[in-house]
Each structure stands twice: as C-alpha cells, then as structure tokens.
DNA sequence: ACATTTTTGTAGCGTATGCTACGTTTTTTA
DNA sequence: TAAAAAACGTAGCATACGCTACAAAAATGT
C-alpha cells in the first residue's frame, strides 16, 4: 500500500466537501477555515493531507471539471447531431436549476484563469479544450468543423442568461 | 462651487490612474496601496477623496465600461449591418493587442458578477444591456431581433479565444 | 509491553487587507 | 493677520489569510 488506503479514503472525502463547498459558496468565502468547516474537520488537518491549498483547490477543481464534463456528455442525446440542436440541449441543461451553481463557479474559474493564474488556468483551459472535442463527436461528420463556434455561442449564451435578469 | 472644482479634478484624476491600474494589473494585485501608489499618492489619500475603496472601484469600472462602450461604437462601421459583418468587426476589435487587457479585466468583473456582489454585478449586467442595445442599433431593421444573439456569441468568441492557448 | 509512527488539537506567526486616529501643513475666509 | 477649514503624512488598528510549531493522543508494529 503505497499512498496510504486509509489517507488517500480520506483525501477524497475532503477533496469532496471541499468542491461541494466551492460550488455552493464561491471564491469569496472559501478560506482555508471555511473550507475545513463544511469538510468538518480543522484546517489544520487540510494542511496535514495536502501541501498547500492550492493542491486542494486544483483536485476540488478537477472534480468539478469532471462533473460538468458528464453533465455535458448526459445532456445531448447522441452522436450525429447538428450544431442547433447540440446548442440547445446544452443550454438547457447548463442553465438548469441544478447545474447554475456550478456554472457560476464555473465564470468564476474563468475570471481567476485571465491573469493566468494557477491552477485557474489550467482548469479552464483544459475544459474549454475537452467540451470542444465533446460538442465534436456528438456532430454530424460534415458539421464537425463548427465544435468550435457552437462551444463558444453556447459559453456566451450562458454567461449572458446568468447576468442580465 | 458645491462639490468643490479642486476636489473633483483631483477624484477625477485618482479615478483614471485606478482605472489604468486596474486594467494593467487586474483585480489581484489592486489593494489599496498599490492603486496609490500607481496614482501616485498615499493609501490615506484614497479614503480621503472616497467613502471606501468600492466607492473608487465603482468610479473606476464605470470609467473602464464607457471605454469599451466607445470602442465598440467605433468598431463597427455604421448601421445597417447584417450580424455577421457585426460580429466579425467586433470580434476583430475586441481581441485586438490594445483591447486585451481590457477584455481580460471584462472576463474578471463577468467572475466576481456571478456571486451578485457589488459594484461588480451591476457594471456587468449595466454593460451588457448597454452592448445590446448598441448592437441592435448597429443591425439591419429586420435583424433588429438577433442583438442578444450577437451579444451572446460575441462573447463566448473572445472568451474562449483568450484561453484557449 | 514498549517504541515508533500516524493522526489530531491548540495556539500563534507573518503578512496583507481595508480603514482610522492623530497630528501637521497648506489654503481659504473673515 | 488670525481663525477656520481643507489637504496631507505617519503610524497603526482589527481582521483575515495561508501556514507552522509544538505537543498530545491514537494507532501500529515488534
């Protein structure tokens, strides 16, 4: 047992509170106490399991990542699909009362990723590249071209709806 | 004189020096002492011309949004357009090397708007309704109706630009 | 049973933040 | 010219942040 069964059991729990913890609340107040607050241990302990926060915050965020990724991937219906419909099956989905938390995090995350700070950047860009190819293999072949201009008429569409009443 | 002439010249002038630093440097190095010292004055100054340090933020983004207001008044050609031609010009001046920081600064109050505080959701939903309108002004009479559709993709076209490598 | 390692609690350090107390200089007004 | 107001400098407060020192408890291995 290399990296500790039971630590490791226990790193996820936290990683867990902790992006539950982000989605729910935001950047603003997710100090390392608040954070360890909802994890409902000490941010001592945070600092015992991970190096820094920033560790943690970069797990919470691929986590979340990973969340959107197959809300994405659940939200349109199949392969062959042109650009439209893709459009709006996933606006829906994005805009729905469950996932606008995470879609706020989300323009968060974009924010923090402008001056190219870690792991923001990262994180955003990496999930820009995955939904593009995503939208790409759910279109028709002769409309694959276009994963691209549908992935940022829907980030704009979302962005927009969650701002202007 | 009710508010002062000297006063006001001098807020006006602490406003725009906030306004370059902010730009410059965005909202993560921007406490008090660095947007003095950037205006070239004390901390102890800035909470003499201005209630709090909202108060010269809110001054300073109001400043930042009739720039990009004017900038994209000037980009596209004149009225009568079709939403491509908007589009394509918009895109083209907001992505360009002297709008990028602004646009990045954009991207950040779009982040800091999610969680609705303040003076951040209001110049986002300000500005975007502004843009709106203006796009619309912009469009052929029969197009008058895709505005928000521009807008929309707009944004997500330079978002994703200024991430994706 | 003992020694060692892992896990946790308490307290606090160093720094940065927005903001203020207090005094001094400069300008304005009478 | 004297008094009042405006403009500014120095120093520091209170709070929050990420993180650490130190030691005690709990688990583990021999």
């Not at 974009?110 to 990262?122: D, H, K, N, S, T």
């Given at each position: 047992m290399v990296p500790l069964e039971k630590t490791e059991k226990r790193r996820q729990e936290i990683i867990t509170a902790a992006a539950a913890h982000l989605v729910a609340?935001?950047?603003?107040?997710?100090?390392l106490r608040a954070i360890a607050q909802s994890a409902g241990i000490s941010d001592r302990m945070i600092m015992y399991y991970f190096d820094t926060k920033e560790d943690l915050v970069a797990a919470a965020l691929e986590m979340i990542g990973a969340n959107i990724a197959a809300g994405m991937d659940d939200a349109v219906?199949?392969?062959?699909?042109t650009p439209r419909q893709i459009l709006d099956a996933l606006q829906d989905a994005l805009l729905s009362e469950e996932a606008q938390a995470i879609m706020r995090l989300w323009f968060e995350i974009i924010g923090l990723a402008m001056r190219g700070q870690q792991p923001y950047e990262q994180t955003a860009a990496r999930l820009l590249q995955q939904s593009e190819e995503q939208i790409r293999a759910k279109l028709r072949a002769d409309q694959k071209h276009r994963a691209r201009e549908v992935l940022a008429t829907l980030e704009g569409r979302v962005m927009v709806e969650l701002l202007v009443e």
């Amino acid at each position: 047992m290399v990296p500790l069964e039971k630590t490791e059991k226990r790193r996820q729990e936290i990683i867990t509170a902790a992006a539950a913890h982000l989605v729910a609340h935001g950047f603003q107040n997710s100090g390392l106490r608040a954070i360890a607050q909802s994890a409902g241990i000490s941010d001592r302990m945070i600092m015992y399991y991970f190096d820094t926060k920033e560790d943690l915050v970069a797990a919470a965020l691929e986590m979340i990542g990973a969340n959107i990724a197959a809300g994405m991937d659940d939200a349109v219906p199949q392969g062959n699909a042109t650009p439209r419909q893709i459009l709006d099956a996933l606006q829906d989905a994005l805009l729905s009362e469950e996932a606008q938390a995470i879609m706020r995090l989300w323009f968060e995350i974009i924010g923090l990723a402008m001056r190219g700070q870690q792991p923001y950047e990262q994180t955003a860009a990496r999930l820009l590249q995955q939904s593009e190819e995503q939208i790409r293999a759910k279109l028709r072949a002769d409309q694959k071209h276009r994963a691209r201009e549908v992935l940022a008429t829907l980030e704009g569409r979302v962005m927009v709806e969650l701002l202007v009443e």
